[in-house]
């Protein structure tokens, strides 16, 4: 099974605009995947880096739900270090993906974040970005004990 088979059947469908793996999980299996700017049809695809593996999809699901964006948002509004922190991160992915004019998960809002699980895809995929390294520490886990993306 291809590397795009494996994120297929982890997202139920098969992926837009997928690039690479650009980051596996303990176990081997894709976890976070770098996508192309643009789809097969033409369509900008801002979301450079994507989670892909099933646990930690869930695991930042349950973050944002219980206030994570907000919360987040307002610790880097707050902190210097982690304001600095998502800027300088929000400037590497421009640099990444001159393309398409947009920070980390298509954010053009200075100083929000838009989704966690795009901060945690781009923490994972480009070590040394701190604001994204603490949300992940926030999280009970990152990885399960068994490897979740077992297909009959």
């Known amino acids: ?5 494996v994120v297929g059947r982890q997202l139920g469908r098969k992926p ?7 980051v596996r999980c303990p176990f081997g299996r894709p976890a976070v995947t ?4 643009f789809d097969a049809a033409g369509r900008p695809f801002p979301t450079q880096f994507y989670v892909t593996c099933p646990f ?4 930042i699901s349950r973050l944002e739900a219980a206030g994570g964006v907000e919360r987040w948002s307002a610790a880097a ?15 590497e992915q421009r640099r990444l993906r001159r393309e398409i004019d947009a920070g980390i998960g298509g954010s053009v809002r200075a100083g929000s974040l838009k989704c966690l699980h795009a901060h945690v895809a781009f923490a994972l995929a480009r070590p040394g970005y701190e604001l994204g390294d603490e949300i ?8 399960p004990d068994t490897c979740c993306t077992t297909f009959p």
């Open 34 to 37: 770098e996508q192309e700017p």
């Open 16 to 22: 837009r605009a997928f690039r690479r793996v650009a």
């Open 56 to 59: 930690l999809v869930a695991a």
């Open 136 to 143: 992940l520490a926030e999280l009970p886990a990152m990885w």
């Open 1 to 5: 099974m291809t590397d795009e088979e």
């Open 77 to 91: 509004a707050s902190d210097e270090r982690l304001a600095a922190s998502l800027a300088a991160a929000q400037d």
